[in-house]
């Protein structure tokens, strides 16, 4: 039976809120509507403070929590009234929410996402599926990435070998073989866009690095680029994830130190990053014979030029494939809360390390 879903992303590069409608049968998950919400200023900064700086009073904490939760809200009401679409007609809502923290190595690992989702249910009317993370861990897994269970079900393919590469604030890759029974794999391999923005937005005064049009301007400096690859988590073998609480501005600074480099050249070389540290995680695996890009980051020209240059496998966005690149993400999310409402399993336990397959996330009720 077909069925319309809602999914909720924002994810860690904190541009904004990404909103879908999707039908789900059994033929496949298809794009109805989309909306794109930004934050405006003052929410912005919270968040900020919050995700970045890790420096926010408890109950400036809680309070983001509700606002954000308020803030899913409206912006479905908006989706709904654009695809002329009534809340009646949802079955559910998966709602990824802002992740906040996420240390999935400590002691006693966790993972905290915002947006609170009872705001969300009693707001819209609208059955809600959130908190997908935690399960996994409480499993032993690392609660990311949780995407390459969708991209298996829309991209595998039986002819070729595929990896999937999300290029958010994080660059996430979900490895597809042809081969039937070849398990799946996937991790985060590092920063995508999360210091390039900020890099950005310090020193150029603009949110991102349109189109790559200033890192193309700039050289890549091979000393820096090697000292950057020297970090642990780059050694690090799958299952492993990663946020922007580790590859922060503090890692950065920390790299240039006592260096003088062009700050068009530090940009090149964090472009360069992104796309050489994606051809060294992949060494290990089976080649590849082509890669599907998502995520915002597949806008950024100069990157997928990088890419196209480091990795001998075709590179394309995932618009050749039907599926607008902008929105994967949080189509993945409508996607595992029509599995939890089935009571299927989410997470892939060769991807997140967790000991088994778990229904992900806690259901509000309508
Ligand atoms: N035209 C463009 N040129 C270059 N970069 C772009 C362009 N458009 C978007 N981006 C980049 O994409 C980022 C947003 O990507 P996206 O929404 O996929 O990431 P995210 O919110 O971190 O999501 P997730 O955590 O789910 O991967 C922006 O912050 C910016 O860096
Ligand atoms: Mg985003």
New binding site residues.
């Given amino acids: 039976m077909t069925k319309l879903f809602i999914g909720l ?8 809120i ?1 909103a879908v409608i999707t039908e789900i049968s059994s033929s496949g998950c298809k794009l109805i509507a989309s909306h794109y919400q930004t934050f405006d200023e003052p929410l912005l900064s919270q968040l900020k403070l919050a995700c970045r700086e890790s420096t926010i009073d408890l109950n400036k904490l809680g309070s983001l929590d509700a606002e954000l939760g308020t803030l899913y809200a409206e912006t479905i009401k908006k989706l709904l009234a654009k695809a002329n679409i009534s809340a009646e007609q949802i079955a559910a809502i998966g709602s ?1 929410g802002q ?1 906040i923290q996420h240390s999935p190595t400590l002691q006693h690992p966790f993972t905290l996402q915002i947006g609170d989702p009872n705001q969300l249910a009693e707001k819209t009317g609208i059955r809600v599926v959130a908190d997908f993370r935690r399960r996994d861990i409480a499993a032993g897994g690392q609660g990311a990435p949780l ?1 390459p269970a969708f991209h298996n079900a829309v991209f595998r393919s039986s002819d070729e070998n595929r990896i999937i590469l ?5 660059a ?1 890759v979900t490895v597809l073989l042809a081969q039937k029974e070849a398990p799946i794999v996937g991790f985060d391999c590092g920063p ?3 210091l ?2 900020q890099w ?1 937005q310090q020193h150029f005064d603009q ?7 200033i890192a193309r301007t700039g050289s890549i400096n091979k000393s820096l680029l090697d000292a950057f690859m020297r970090d642990e988590f780059f050694q690090k073998k799958h299952p492993k994830s990663t946020g922007p609480e580790y590859f922060s501005m503090q890692w950065l600074s920390a790299h240039l130190e006592d260096l003088t480099i062009e700050k068009t050249d530090v940009l090149a070389t964090l472009c360069e990053l992104t796309a050489y540290n994606i051809k060294v995680s992949l060494v290990t695996l089976p080649s590849c014979d082509r890669l599907i890009v ?8 100069f ?1 997928i030029e990088r890419l196209s240059h480091n990795l001998e496998c075709l590179v394309e966005t995932s618009t050749s494939h039907g599926v607008d ?2 929105w ?3 189509m993945a999310f409508s996607w595992l809360a029509k599995q939890t409402l089935d009571g299927k399993f989410g997470n892939i336990p060769s991807v997140t390390g967790a000991t088994k397959e778990v229904v992900l996330g806690a259901i509000y009720s309508a």
């Fill in positions: 992303m924002s994810g860690t590069s904190l541009d904004g990404d990824h992740t995407a999300n290029l958010g604030g994080i996430n995508a866009n999360t390039m923005d950005c949110n991102f690095d349109r189109d790559g049009a998502c995520g915002g980051g597949s806008h950024n020209d990157l690149p902008d994967v993400e949080a």
